[in-house]
Structures are given as C-alpha cells and as structure tokens.
C-alpha cells in the first residue's frame, strides 16, 4: 500500500490495484463499563446458542424478541429465545461469573459470529455493561451492541403441572417427521402425533398431494391422545437438541406442550387448532 491508501496485488501473471481509505476513519471500539462478567467453556457457549438460536423472532415489530436473552441468577446463566409461538431455553453453571446478576438482550447477529469463530477449546469471557457487551477468547475480542428494550417474562409461560409425560426418541421422531412432511403442500400444514397404547402413530394429510405415516414405539399407558404441531417448529428442537432421548410432557391437545432434552434444556411449543 502507498500514501494515496492504494493496495497493488501481484500473483503470478495477475496484477491489481485495489482504492482503500485512510485506516483513521475506521470508527474506534467504544469502551463501557462492566457490570457483570461471564466466563464459559466455548464448547459450552456454542452448545447454548445452537440449542435456542432458531427461535429467534424474524419480526422487527418485537425488536426485543430478535436478540437471545442472556440472564445470570444465583450463578446460573441462560439463554432464551422466542418468537411468540415457540420458546427455547438453555440454562448452563459458567466456570466463573462476578458482577450483579440481571438480563441482556445480545443480537442474533453477534451471537451467531462468536459461536461461528469459537474453534471449542478454551474458554469465552462475556463482559456486559448497559448498552453494549464484549467477547473475548485467545484469539479474538468481539463487541456489540445490546438490544434495549425489555424481554417478556418468559418463565410465566412455561407450564409447571402435567398430566402425562412421555419419552422418546429424538431421533426417531425427527425422522419420522421429516419424512411424513414431505408430503405437505404449504407452511400452514400440520403434523399429527397419536398417542396410543406403547405406539406413537405420526402421520400427515394434504388434499393436494395425499397422506402419509409412520410410527415410534413408546412407553404409553395414558388414554389416546392426538396432537398437531407445526412440523418445522417441532424439527427445529429435535434438530438442535444435544440428546438421544427427550421427554414430552402434555396435559391436552389444545394447551402448551413441554418439551425437556439435555440437561437445562426447556422447549414450549402450541399445538396447532385443527379446522
């Protein structure tokens, strides 16, 4: 590079000139001041942000919903996501936390690049002040800007008393979802879960295309029970979950479903009102 900021490029036979700017008018990171500080294994912190990430609210109307809340309590952290129809949240125990406890709201955006950088070994350092909050490893320091604004009360959501709980397997379902929606012609299309004796019949219909099933065998001893979901919305915490196994936890087809995996790890999901 020259005076004039010009950058010449030679590789073997090809030459260029590339116009650049005086690197005095690139803007300078802003410091803040911390009010608490996070430090987690990065194998962890990316397990955290995959687990919820995919519900993230797309919706500007609801800025605060388009961030992962990340919220420090009695030396737990966690992550929580949501877009109104689905919740995601994964608690965690860091290696180290000092500061006062409270919320921050970090852009999707931002999330996704560490977790894109972090290679999974060492360990992440997440300083947090009012507006803005840093990133650091051995190899790297990423700032951001917070999302101001505040989170719903997510915990009010999440159901607590359940008249049935069934466990299977997440990668069965996920296969038997993925294949049945195949033959779904529109987002607005369901799949059904049939809950019968040990078995779990999960089918699709389209008046386009036709229908199809397949089924799981569970331990079920409760009365039948039929349930629609949104197929992307229940392949998103199947996709992502981290374990073999994950607990269904219903009371009826028309109210919240819980949805456990891995250890910290919450997923409420409606069921769909068939016409």
């Not at 008018?25 to 430090?39: A, H, M, N, T, W």
């Not at 409270?102 to 690049?113: H, Q, R, T, V």
């Not at 779904?184 to 369901?190: H, Q, R, V």
């Not at 910290?264 to 769909?272: A, D, E, K, N, R």
Request: aromatic share 6%; glycine share 6%; proline share 4%.
């Amino acid at each position: 590079s020259d005076e004039n900021n010009h950058v010449k490029i030679v590789c073997g036979t090809g030459k260029f000139k590339l116009l650049g700017l005086s690197a005095l008018d690139f803007p300078e990171s802003i410091g803040f001041d911390e009010v608490r500080k996070i430090q987690l294994s990065e194998s962890e912190f990316k397990r955290m942000i995959g687990s919820i990430s995919y519900a993230v609210s797309s919706e500007d109307s609801r800025k605060a919903l388009t961030g992962i809340l990340l919220s420090v309590s009695e030396n737990i952290v966690t992550a929580v996501a949501t877009d109104g129809k689905r919740l995601a949240v994964q608690s965690s125990v860091p290696e180290e936390v000092s500061g006062a406890g409270g919320d921050c709201i970090i852009p999707l955006k931002s999330a996704n690049e560490v977790k894109r950088l972090l290679d999974g070994n060492g360990s992440v350092v997440i300083k947090i002040g009012e507006k803005q909050c840093s990133f650091s490893t051995a190899s790297f320091t990423l700032n951001t800007k917070l999302i101001e604004g505040n989170y719903p009360n997510y915990k009010a959501v999440i159901p607590t008393d359940f008249k049935k709980s069934v466990e299977i397997d997440s990668h069965k379902l996920l296969e038997k979802i993925s294949m049945v929606s195949q033959i779904l012609s529109d987002s607005s299309s369901f799949v059904v879960l049939d809950f019968e004796s040990n078995l779990l019949r999960v089918h699709a219909s389209s008046s386009e295309v036709g229908e199809g099933g397949d089924i799981v065998e569970v331990e079920y001893a409760d009365e039948p029970l039929e349930i629609s979901f949104n197929p992307d919305f229940l392949a998103d915490c199947l996709k992502n979950t981290s374990s073999d196994k994950v607990i269904f936890k219903i009371n009826d087809s028309l109210t919240p479903v819980l949805i456990e995996g891995q250890p910290g790890f919450l997923y409420v999901i409606m069921p769909i009102r068939k016409k």
